[in-house]
Every structure is written in C-alpha cells, then in structure tokens.
C-alpha cells in the first residue's frame, strides 16, 4: 500500500503535536468531539429539508469506546462521514482547517502562538496516540475508507468495511512513562470527567459504556453490570442561566467552539426580547489572530435558529470594526432552511445586528471606563481597527466609535481618549492640536513641536498612519475641531507677534521670492514661521493634503504611478541665525542663497521623515561648502 506524505505545514505542526507543547494533553477529547458533533450537525441539517436522510434527532449520538485490553480509545459518530478524498484532504493537510500561514520563524512560542489561533484540531490525537485510524464511510455512499497514521512519517488510505455512515476514530494509546500516564484516559470516570468538563454542552448525546459492580448481602461482589450512560446535559451553554456558569465554563467553550487556545479577554452573554428575540454570546480573543489585518481574515459570528446551526459564519452580523469579535447567535426567528443571499436581506438578521453593535459598544465602553489597564491592551489588538472604521466609512460611524479611541499624547506616558483631551484643555484653546510621526520620540522632536508645548497646549501623537486620515474624516469632536501642527494657519501667536511677524516678512518679501524660485515647484511657498522655536526651518502644509498623509498614500503599492503631492511651504524662523545670514547673502551672494535654500529645504524634508529627490546632489553640495 501506497505511504502517502502530509503536506510540509501539517509534518510540522504534527511534529509539534507529538513532541507536544502542550500539558493539556487531555483536549485531545474535546477537539475529536467536537469535531464527530460537527459532522452530525451537518448530517442533521440535512435532516431537516431532505426527508431521504430518515434520521430524527434522537437517532445521532457520538459513543465513546474504551478498550483496556487492546489499550485503544475509539470515538464513533454516526455524523456526515468523509469521502476518500475528504479524508485525503481533511487529514492530510492542515490547510483544510483555516489557513495556517507558517512564519519563517519557528521558534517554538511563535508557532505555539499559531497553533493557538487556530485551533489544534484533529492533530491533537498525535498527542495520546502512537498511531491513529480513521473509518469513515460519507452519508450516501457505499465504500467506506480507513485512514492510518503513526506521526510523521505520513499515512495510508485503503478501502475497509463499515456498514454505516460516519466517522470513527481509533486511538492506540501511546505507551505509559514515568511523566505521562497515557493509560488514564481509558478510565471512565477520566472519560466522563473530561467529557463533562470541555464538552458537555455538545447538543448531541456523548455516550460511552460504564460497569457497576454488584455485592450480594454480605458485601462480596457478584456480577458486573454495563450500561450506556450519556454523559453530557446536552444544554447549550448560551441557554444556560448566567449566574450558573463560571468564567472557566466560558473560557473551554470558547477555547473548544473558536480553537483559540488563549482564553478570551472578555465574554459577552445575553439574552434580548422584543423587536428581535435571540441569545449571543460574543467573546474578545486576548490576542490579535496572526492574520487579523490581513486579507484572509473573515469576520462573522455562527448563526443557530432554535439551536440548530444554520451558518459558520455570518458576516452581516459583525461591522467591521467589530470584526474581531467571535461568537454565536442563536434566534427562533430565523427559518432554518434560509439561504445565504434571503439572510443577507433578512430584517430580522439586521435588527440582531444593530442590536449587537450596541451591546458590543456598550461593553467595550465599560471596560474602558472600569479596567482601563484591559482595556488598553485589548485596543493594542484591536483599536486600529476603529480608525479603519471611521475612516473607510467617511465618518458614518463617528459617533460610536469616536469615544473608544486612544491615542498617546505630550500629557503623559499613558493613552488618553479625546475626551480625556477635552477635559484638559486649557481657556481658550480653540483646538486639539495633533502632531504625526513615526514614533512618538521622532514626533517630540519635530521643530513645530516645541512651540505648541511651549504655549501649554497637549498634543495628541499620531503614530498610526490611518490616525491622520480617520481624523480627517472626524472632522471635530465634540465640536473641537482638529488641528496638525504643520497646518499652515496654526495661529498660535499673539497678536502682537503677529503684528512683528507681519513686518518682518513684508521686509524679507523679495527674499522669500527668489527663494521660492530657486526650489521651484517643489514648494508653494517660502515664508516666515510662526511656529518655530529654536528650529531653523520646518516644511508646512498648505492644501488639505498633509506631508504625513502624502507619505502614506505614496507608500502605497496601488498608488505607485499615481503620486500625490501635498502643497508645501518652507518654513524660515526669524529669529534664528540662519535667518540674518540668509538676508546677507541676498545682498551679496545670491547664488550661495540658492545653495543655502536647497539645503534647508532638504534638512525640511529629513526631519519630516520624507525622503529626499536627489541625495547625490544634496552631499555634493554640503560637500561643497565644506571645502
Ligand atoms: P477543524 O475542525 O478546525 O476544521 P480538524 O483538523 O479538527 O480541523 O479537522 C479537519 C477536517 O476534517 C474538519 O474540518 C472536517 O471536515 C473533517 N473531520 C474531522 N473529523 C471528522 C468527523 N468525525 N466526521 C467528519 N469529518 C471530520
């Protein structure tokens, strides 16, 4: 028979599991129940719109099978079954279950951190197992396959004889040592504790043999008696009571339903009546999943009618700024056998949305006010996502999400909301002042900077380069009006200054000019700054186009032939030295002016973070001057 290979990702998470990272071998149960409930879900969807299937409810279960002797542990599930080709593909590649992007990096956090985000699955057998067997026979056909693996080395599929449809899987124990008693999961008090323990809410029966010992009157034993006990309640956890369930019972369904192996930030359960009636519950991962901005990432919650699962997952239940949440909703008022273009209009579907958006909000807004700490490090996972949000939707959803943002500032090591901003700002500030940058130290070091904190006035740090954009769009907040610190009428002089400056550049007016002409289009502008400090030049802004904005749309691959250009000004600060002598070279060496003007504009554009058009004639020209 034909040794297949697995494919080179799941060889090395199957590495992984058998060398396993994890001490919680014993999820190995969990995830292979979890995976047989599935597979009847799927059969018993069927069920209900397709009358040929001929099972009733109470005709599936899952069995669980300990066998001493042959030291294998067997689960059986009378669920859809995998085709040869299911088996091939299900359990041959890991890239079946969600896409496993491998880092270069593999070094074992990192790849733990992977493993957790998307959940160990049907590898977590490796961990028990010297050598699994898979049998599995698909709903409607009639050749059954077994699939068998002992790890690494890969498997074989062959034809075998199964009369009925599903899926067993057979686990041949590996051997005892001295750390690891692998024997313990054929107890079954061990099998029925673990079952209660991860999978109890499973909505089909999990059923397994027990023995009673029987004693005759004198206390000797007689016979032994088996039966078939079920094991689990079979209530689905967001049908509980919620004084009843613990943050641990949360915690396993969340780690067994979403296969994140981190346990969740936060966990949302209710319960709504009225316009629309269903239970949700929402859970905040406590990680970022290592493809959450990228394109592979697809958000949306499982949607269940009168328990019954009727989609993986609902994207029209989830903004996108909200994507990060994870979760279920189960509604009576959704027909089962909807289709996935009828939910997309679905009223009801809409109502439950709305509804969600605000109890989303509401928690999130509760956590910032209660757990600032939490909530600060779920908005270094998440918060991003926000400005995203009001940006790509021109500012629509403002008003939900313009409370949940933080953002650093020149008041202090620790985030603030604009809120927070408001309330310090000082009599008379007309606005909030924001500064951007690639870091919060490149940021303090801008030449603009100083003035702004000279005169008292916080500044918000924008180091995200969607910051300036969403803030564009947000326009005010609360009716303070946004202001960068390279705005060209930053307007923080008084109006005496004024008055000095307005002389000072109304003298130096030919000099501007010709400074002007020397850079060419390069500038709009060159001019007296109103906003330096001890700084001899910075660039400004004129247009509605920041120099920061312009960097980032140039960055952009998509925008590569089709650069914009911000309206800039050069700046000069009159009370710097450089501006006396840049006033004596006009009178007597206006090609040194020239030099001296490019120069400056270059040291402009350096300091802005904005690369230069030609270094090579920039470093001939200070190398010029130098000799
Ligand atoms: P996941 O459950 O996250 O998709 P797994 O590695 O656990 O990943 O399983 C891979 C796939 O194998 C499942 O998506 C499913 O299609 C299939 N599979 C696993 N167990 C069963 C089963 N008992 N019956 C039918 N299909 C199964």
Same mark, same amino acid.
Request: charged share 30%.
């Given at each position: #028979? ?115 985000? %998307? ?30 693996? +002992? ?8 034809? @075998? ?7 067993? $899987?057979?686990?041949?124990? !590996? ?8 024997? !313990? ?41 088996? +039966? ?80 019954? #699962?009727?989609?993986?997952? @609902? ?8 994507? %990060? ?6 509604? +009576? ?27 989303? !909000? ?80 490149? $940021? ?17 740090? %924008? ?68 906003? =330096? !400090?001890?700084?001899?030049? @910075? ?38 030295? $450089? ?25 402009? =554009? ?22």
């Amino acid at each position: #028979m034909e040794q297949k290979q697995f494919k080179a990702e799941s060889k090395r998470l199957l590495e992984m599991m058998i060398n396993s990272i994890y001490t919680h071998k014993e999820i190995f149960l969990r995830e292979l129940i979890s995976n047989a409930s599935d597979a009847i879900d799927k059969l018993y969807f069927k069920s209900l719109t397709d009358t040929s299937v001929g099972m009733s409810r109470d005709d599936f279960e899952i069995f669980i099978d300990a066998d001493k002797d042959a030291k294998t542990l067997t689960i059986r599930d009378n669920g859809i079954g995998m085709t040869k080709e299911e088996l091939e593909n299900n359990l041959g590649t890991i890239a079946q279950s969600g896409s496993l992007a491998f880092k270069t990096n593999n070094e074992l956090g990192e790849d733990s951190q992977i493993i957790g985000q %998307f959940g160990v699955g049907f590898y977590s057998a490796f961990m028990v197992a010297k050598e699994v067997t898979v049998r599995s026979k698909a709903f409607g056909s009639d050749e059954a396959f077994e699939w068998k693996s +002992e790890g690494v080395d890969g498997y074989t599929i062959d034809s @075998c004889d199964k009369p009925d449809h599903g899926t067993e $899987i057979i686990l041949a124990l !590996k051997d005892d040592t001295d750390d690891e008693k692998y024997s !313990k999961y054929l107890d079954q008090y061990q099998i029925q504790s673990l079952v209660k323990k991860y999978s109890d809410y499973i909505r089909f029966p999990i059923k397994t043999e027990v023995e009673h010992q029987h004693y005759d009157d004198e206390g000797n034993p007689t016979e032994m008696h088996k +039966e078939i006990k079920t094991i689990n309640s079979m209530v689905p956890l967001w049908k509980k009571n919620k004084s009843e369930l613990k943050d641990d019972d949360y915690n396993s369904f969340y780690a067994d339903k979403f296969g994140d192996y981190f346990p969740p930030a936060a966990h949302i359960h209710t319960h709504n009546e009225g316009v629309a009636t269903y239970d949700a519950l929402l859970f905040i991962p406590s990680k970022t999943p290592f493809d959450y901005y990228s394109k592979d990432f697809e958000k949306g919650l499982q949607l269940y009618s009168s328990g019954v #699962m009727i989609m993986e997952r @609902c994207e029209d239940l989830l903004p996108d700024y909200f994507s %990060f949440v994870k979760g279920l909703v189960d509604s +009576e008022d959704l027909s089962l056998n909807i289709s996935r273009e009828m939910l997309q209009q679905d009223k009801q579907v809409k109502i439950i949305a709305k509804t969600l958006e605000k109890t989303i !909000k509401n928690e999130l807004s509760k956590m910032l006010k209660n757990e600032r700490e939490k909530y600060e490090e779920f908005y270094s996972n998440f918060g991003l996502q926000f400005k995203f949000g009001i940006y790509q939707s021109y500012g629509a959803n403002r008003d939900i999400l313009k409370d949940l943002l933080l953002f650093n500032s020149s008041f202090g090591d620790k985030k603030t909301t604009l809120e927070e901003y408001v309330s310090r700002m000082k009599e008379g500030q007309e606005y909030i002042y924001y500064a951007c940058g690639d870091s919060v130290k490149r $940021i303090e070091s801008l030449p603009a900077a100083e003035l702004v904190k000279d005169k008292g006035y916080e500044m918000l740090y %924008f180091t995200d380069e969607v910051d300036e954009f969403a803030i564009k769009v947000l326009i005010d907040y609360n009716g303070k009006k946004f202001k960068s610190i390279t705005d060209s009428d930053l307007d923080l002089e008084t109006p005496e200054e004024k008055e000095e400056s307005k002389k000072q550049s109304e003298d130096s007016k030919d000099m501007f000019g010709f400074m002007k002409d020397a850079l060419g289009d390069k500038v709009k502008e060159v001019r007296l700054s109103s906003r =330096l !400090k001890s700084a001899p030049v @910075c660039l400004s802004s004129n247009g509605p186009l920041s120099l920061d904005m312009e960097k980032v749309l140039n960055s952009m691959p998509q925008n590569a032939d089709k650069q914009v250009k911000a309206e800039k000004a050069l700046e000069i600060n009159g009370s710097h030295p $450089i501006f006396s002598k840049l006033k004596s070279l006009y009178d007597s060496d206006k090609d040194m002016l020239a030099k001296y003007t490019k120069l400056l504009y270059n040291q402009a =554009l350096l300091i802005e973070g904005i690369s230069i058009d030609d270094p090579v004639e920039l470093s001939n020209m200070i190398c010029d001057l130098m000799i």
